[in-house]
Protein backbone atom coordinates (compact mmCIF):
# COMPACT_ATOMS: atom_id res chain seq x y z
CA UNK A 1 0.00 0.00 0.00
CA UNK A 2 0.87 3.72 -0.17
CA UNK A 3 3.45 4.65 2.20
CA UNK A 4 4.13 8.29 2.68
CA UNK A 5 7.18 9.55 4.25
CA UNK A 6 8.89 12.73 5.71
CA UNK A 7 11.74 14.33 7.94
CA UNK A 8 10.26 15.14 11.16
CA UNK A 9 12.36 18.56 12.14
CA UNK A 10 13.32 21.67 10.39
CA UNK A 11 14.31 24.88 11.81
CA UNK A 12 14.83 27.97 10.24
CA UNK A 13 15.43 31.98 11.10
CA UNK A 14 12.90 34.23 10.03
CA UNK A 15 12.75 35.75 7.28
CA UNK A 16 14.68 32.69 5.19
CA UNK A 17 12.93 29.47 3.31
CA UNK A 18 11.49 26.61 4.67
CA UNK A 19 12.05 23.56 2.30
CA UNK A 20 9.84 20.76 3.43
CA UNK A 21 10.43 17.46 1.97
CA UNK A 22 8.44 14.09 1.16
CA UNK A 23 8.52 11.34 -0.79
CA UNK A 24 5.62 8.90 -1.56
CA UNK A 25 5.51 4.91 -2.91
CA UNK A 26 2.68 4.85 -5.08
CA UNK A 27 2.57 6.11 -8.39
CA UNK A 28 -0.76 6.15 -9.20
CA UNK A 29 -1.30 9.13 -6.41
CA UNK A 30 -3.41 11.30 -8.00
CA UNK A 31 -3.91 14.55 -5.45
CA UNK A 32 -1.17 15.27 -2.91
CA UNK A 33 -1.82 17.68 -0.15
CA UNK A 34 0.06 19.73 2.48
CA UNK A 35 -1.95 20.29 5.51
CA UNK A 36 -0.92 22.22 8.70
CA UNK A 37 -1.79 21.12 12.04
CA UNK A 38 -1.42 23.99 15.04
CA UNK A 39 -0.64 23.33 18.90
CA UNK A 40 -3.94 22.02 19.93
CA UNK A 41 -5.36 21.78 16.67
CA UNK A 42 -7.02 19.91 13.73
CA UNK A 43 -5.41 19.46 10.21
CA UNK A 44 -6.25 22.14 7.81
CA UNK A 45 -5.62 21.96 4.53
CA UNK A 46 -2.36 24.37 3.05
CA UNK A 47 -2.70 23.76 -0.03
CA UNK A 48 -2.64 20.56 -2.95
CA UNK A 49 -1.35 19.92 -6.52
CA UNK A 50 -2.58 17.33 -8.67
CA UNK A 51 -0.23 14.83 -10.20
CA UNK A 52 -0.52 15.97 -13.96
CA UNK A 53 1.50 18.97 -12.61
CA UNK A 54 4.55 19.89 -11.38
CA UNK A 55 4.55 23.02 -9.91
CA UNK A 56 1.78 25.44 -7.92
CA UNK A 57 2.25 28.25 -6.30
CA UNK A 58 0.31 30.22 -3.99
CA UNK A 59 1.74 33.51 -2.37
CA UNK A 60 4.55 32.62 0.06
CA UNK A 61 3.88 28.70 -0.95
CA UNK A 62 5.74 26.67 -3.72
CA UNK A 63 4.74 23.26 -3.85
CA UNK A 64 6.91 21.09 -6.51
CA UNK A 65 6.36 17.39 -7.66
CA UNK A 66 8.67 15.11 -9.70
CA UNK A 67 6.31 12.47 -10.50
CA UNK A 68 9.72 10.46 -11.34
CA UNK A 69 11.18 10.37 -7.88
CA UNK A 70 7.92 10.13 -6.15
CA UNK A 71 8.88 13.57 -4.21
CA UNK A 72 6.95 16.45 -3.23
CA UNK A 73 8.29 19.48 -1.42
CA UNK A 74 6.53 22.67 0.08
CA UNK A 75 8.53 26.03 0.21
CA UNK A 76 7.44 28.41 2.65
CA UNK A 77 8.87 31.88 1.34
CA UNK A 78 9.51 34.62 4.31
CA UNK A 79 9.08 32.38 7.16
CA UNK A 80 7.55 33.77 9.55
CA UNK A 81 6.90 32.64 13.73
CA UNK A 82 3.49 32.28 12.98
CA UNK A 83 4.55 29.55 10.65
CA UNK A 84 5.60 27.33 13.27
CA UNK A 85 4.06 24.18 13.12
CA UNK A 86 3.64 20.81 11.82
CA UNK A 87 3.02 20.28 8.27
CA UNK A 88 1.88 17.19 6.74
CA UNK A 89 2.45 15.35 3.84
CA UNK A 90 -0.22 13.19 2.19
CA UNK A 91 -1.12 11.32 -0.58
CA UNK A 92 -4.79 9.93 -2.69
CA UNK A 93 -5.22 7.89 -5.42
CA UNK A 94 -8.86 9.06 -5.95
CA UNK A 95 -10.55 7.11 -3.80
CA UNK A 96 -11.80 7.22 -0.27
CA UNK A 97 -8.66 6.93 1.65
CA UNK A 98 -5.82 9.70 1.77
CA UNK A 99 -2.45 8.09 3.50
CA UNK A 100 -0.81 11.00 5.72
CA UNK A 101 2.93 11.29 6.90
CA UNK A 102 4.55 11.57 10.38
CA UNK A 103 4.57 15.02 9.86
CA UNK A 104 7.70 17.67 9.77
CA UNK A 105 7.99 19.83 12.97
CA UNK A 106 8.56 23.69 11.74
CA UNK A 107 10.56 25.56 14.25
CA UNK A 108 10.98 29.35 13.45
CA UNK A 109 13.71 31.28 15.33
CA UNK A 110 12.94 35.01 15.75
CA UNK B 1 -13.82 28.03 7.66
CA UNK B 2 -14.81 24.01 7.79
CA UNK B 3 -17.37 23.49 10.77
CA UNK B 4 -16.81 20.38 12.14
CA UNK B 5 -16.80 20.28 16.21
CA UNK B 6 -15.25 17.47 18.58
CA UNK B 7 -16.10 17.48 21.71
CA UNK B 8 -14.90 17.12 24.68
CA UNK B 9 -11.54 18.75 23.59
CA UNK B 10 -9.57 16.91 26.52
CA UNK B 11 -10.53 13.62 28.78
CA UNK B 12 -9.11 12.34 31.40
CA UNK B 13 -10.86 9.49 32.60
CA UNK B 14 -10.28 5.54 34.54
CA UNK B 15 -9.54 2.27 33.06
CA UNK B 16 -12.47 0.11 32.23
CA UNK B 17 -15.37 3.13 31.80
CA UNK B 18 -16.83 3.23 28.61
CA UNK B 19 -16.56 6.75 26.97
CA UNK B 20 -18.18 8.45 23.34
CA UNK B 21 -15.81 11.29 21.78
CA UNK B 22 -18.86 12.78 19.66
CA UNK B 23 -18.34 15.09 15.92
CA UNK B 24 -20.66 16.56 14.11
CA UNK B 25 -20.01 18.37 11.08
CA UNK B 26 -22.23 20.86 9.51
CA UNK B 27 -21.66 21.06 5.61
CA UNK B 28 -23.98 17.76 4.23
CA UNK B 29 -20.70 15.53 3.60
CA UNK B 30 -20.79 11.86 2.96
CA UNK B 31 -17.77 10.77 4.33
CA UNK B 32 -16.19 11.05 8.03
CA UNK B 33 -13.36 9.33 9.14
CA UNK B 34 -11.43 8.90 12.50
CA UNK B 35 -8.15 8.99 13.41
CA UNK B 36 -5.97 8.19 15.98
CA UNK B 37 -2.53 10.75 16.46
CA UNK B 38 -0.05 9.78 18.82
CA UNK B 39 2.11 12.58 19.75
CA UNK B 40 4.63 13.04 16.95
CA UNK B 41 3.56 10.66 14.87
CA UNK B 42 2.02 10.19 12.14
CA UNK B 43 -2.39 9.29 11.60
CA UNK B 44 -3.82 6.39 11.22
CA UNK B 45 -7.08 5.59 10.11
CA UNK B 46 -9.56 3.78 12.57
CA UNK B 47 -13.25 3.82 11.27
CA UNK B 48 -14.88 5.57 8.34
CA UNK B 49 -18.02 5.69 6.34
CA UNK B 50 -19.62 6.60 2.88
CA UNK B 51 -22.94 7.90 4.66
CA UNK B 52 -25.49 6.77 6.76
CA UNK B 53 -25.58 3.45 7.91
CA UNK B 54 -22.39 2.60 6.21
CA UNK B 55 -19.64 2.23 9.07
CA UNK B 56 -16.05 0.10 8.06
CA UNK B 57 -12.95 -0.34 9.78
CA UNK B 58 -9.60 1.41 9.04
CA UNK B 59 -5.86 0.47 8.47
CA UNK B 60 -4.78 0.28 12.10
CA UNK B 61 -6.81 -2.23 14.36
CA UNK B 62 -8.90 -0.36 17.34
CA UNK B 63 -11.36 -1.17 20.00
CA UNK B 64 -13.54 1.13 19.51
CA UNK B 65 -16.88 1.58 17.58
CA UNK B 66 -18.63 4.01 15.29
CA UNK B 67 -22.27 4.96 14.16
CA UNK B 68 -23.66 6.60 11.32
CA UNK B 69 -27.26 7.40 12.00
CA UNK B 70 -27.41 10.91 10.92
CA UNK B 71 -25.66 12.33 8.23
CA UNK B 72 -24.06 15.19 10.44
CA UNK B 73 -22.92 12.81 13.26
CA UNK B 74 -20.05 10.44 13.74
CA UNK B 75 -19.41 9.15 17.22
CA UNK B 76 -16.95 7.15 18.37
CA UNK B 77 -17.31 4.50 21.25
CA UNK B 78 -14.57 2.91 23.92
CA UNK B 79 -16.61 0.27 25.56
CA UNK B 80 -13.78 0.02 27.93
CA UNK B 81 -10.77 2.37 28.21
CA UNK B 82 -7.38 1.56 28.70
CA UNK B 83 -4.24 3.23 29.29
CA UNK B 84 -3.16 2.03 25.69
CA UNK B 85 -6.11 4.07 24.26
CA UNK B 86 -4.60 7.92 25.42
CA UNK B 87 -3.73 9.55 22.64
CA UNK B 88 -5.44 12.22 20.32
CA UNK B 89 -8.70 11.40 18.17
CA UNK B 90 -9.49 13.25 15.42
CA UNK B 91 -12.30 13.77 12.99
CA UNK B 92 -12.37 14.46 9.71
CA UNK B 93 -15.00 14.79 6.57
CA UNK B 94 -15.16 15.11 3.26
CA UNK B 95 -17.52 16.15 -0.12
CA UNK B 96 -18.14 12.78 -2.10
CA UNK B 97 -20.16 14.23 -4.64
CA UNK B 98 -19.08 18.03 -4.67
CA UNK B 99 -15.08 17.89 -3.94
CA UNK B 100 -12.87 17.78 -6.85
CA UNK B 101 -9.73 16.87 -5.32
CA UNK B 102 -10.88 14.76 -1.78
CA UNK B 103 -9.98 17.59 0.51
CA UNK B 104 -10.58 16.26 4.24
CA UNK B 105 -11.87 19.02 6.63
CA UNK B 106 -10.45 18.12 10.21
CA UNK B 107 -11.99 18.65 13.79
CA UNK B 108 -9.76 20.23 16.31
CA UNK B 109 -9.08 16.96 17.96
CA UNK B 110 -10.09 14.96 21.29
CA UNK B 111 -7.14 14.60 23.44
CA UNK B 112 -7.39 11.53 25.30
CA UNK B 113 -5.96 10.12 28.67
CA UNK B 114 -6.85 6.92 30.44
CA UNK B 115 -5.40 6.42 33.96
Known amino acids: GEDVEQSLFLSVREGDSSVINCTYTDSSSTYLYWYKQEPGAGLQLLTYIFSNMDMKQDQRLTVLLNKKDKHLSLRIADTQTGDSAIYFCAANTGGFKTIFGAGTRLFVKA | EADIYQTPRYLVIGTGKKITLECSQT?????MYWYQQDPGMELHLIHYSYGVNSTEKGDLSSESTVSRIRTEHFPLTLESARPSHTSQYLC??????????????FGPGTRLTVL
Open chain 2, 92 to 105: ASSDLQGSTYNEQF
Open chain 2, 27 to 31: MGHDK
